[in-house]
């Protein structure tokens, strides 16, 4: 079966520090690879996305970055965080493809606080 | 655009009350309809999906039918547990539309159930 792994879970980081996430899919190849931002009574927020290696879309324009260095592997970015950057961040995966009622599967996230 | 409109919650009940969660779509394509679940502390989970209309999705007790006519996918429970409180979010993905195949999300319903 699949699974979805990201990590750390929980961190606190100084504002101007930069930040590293990293979240690894077992259990299928060439999937499609997202992050997500829930902040604070924002619902959930749609980053990056990724159909393959080196390719990733970014959805909003901000100071963090993403790279998918390996099929299974995506990587959330930043040089120098921000107070705003604080929030709850999800990684996702699915099926490659154009798929109709596609579903989307999670990770169990990451806490971010920036101080 | 597409997007979701939930109703805004919180919401509290008591235990083995019904429950609906309102929600409503804008969507330019033939979108699939989603119903996530995050408890405390989680990521999301998957909680039902419809990708045509009149399609119900249902788990857990829990459903909800794709109303093309209305653009809803309002989430019931017939009787709820205390173990149902947690965050409901209503999302969206349409290929043929602006989403691109991404989910949507409406900003998420907060239900509690009392003992």
């Known amino acids: 079966s699949q699974t979805i792994h990201q990590w750390p879970a929980t961190l606190v980081q100084p504002v101007g520090s930069p930040l590293s996430l990293e979240c690894t899919v077992e259990?299928?190849?060439?999937?499609?690879l997202y992050w997500y931002r829930q902040a604070a009574g924002r619902g959930l927020q749609l980053l990056f996305y990724s159909v393959g290696i080196g390719q990733i879309s970014s959805e909003v324009p901000q100071n963090l970055s993403a790279s998918r260095p390996q099929d299974r592997q995506f990587i959330l970015s930043s040089k120098k965080l921000l107070l705003s950057d604080s929030g709850f961040y999800l990684c996702?995966?699915?099926?490659?493809?154009?798929?109709?009622?596609?579903?989307?599967?999670f990770g169990e996230g990451s806490w971010l606080t920036v101080v | 655009g597409d997007s979701v409109t939930q109703m805004e919650g919180p919401v509290t009940l008591s235990e083995e009350a019904f429950l609906t969660i309102n929600c409503t779509y804008t969507a330019t394509g033939y979108p699939s309809l989603f119903w996530y679940v995050q408890y405390p502390g989680e990521g999301l989970q998957l909680l039902l999906k419809?990708?045509?209309?009149?399609d119900k999705g249902s788990n857990k007790g829990f459903e909800a039918t794709y109303r093309k006519e209305t653009t809803s996918f309002h989430l019931e429970k017939g009787s709820v547990q205390v173990s149902d409180s947690a965050v409901y979010f209503c999302?969206?993905?349409?290929?043929?539309?602006?989403?691109?195949?991404?989910?949507?999300f409406g900003k998420g319903t907060k239900l509690s159930v009392k003992p």
């Open positions: 259990g299928t190849s060439n999937p499609n």
């Open positions: 996702a995966w699915s099926v490659r493809g154009r798929v109709s009622g596609n579903t989307i599967y």
């Open positions: 999302a969206l993905s349409d290929y043929n539309g602006g989403s691109q195949g991404n989910l949507i």
């Open positions: 419809a990708t045509k209309a009149d």
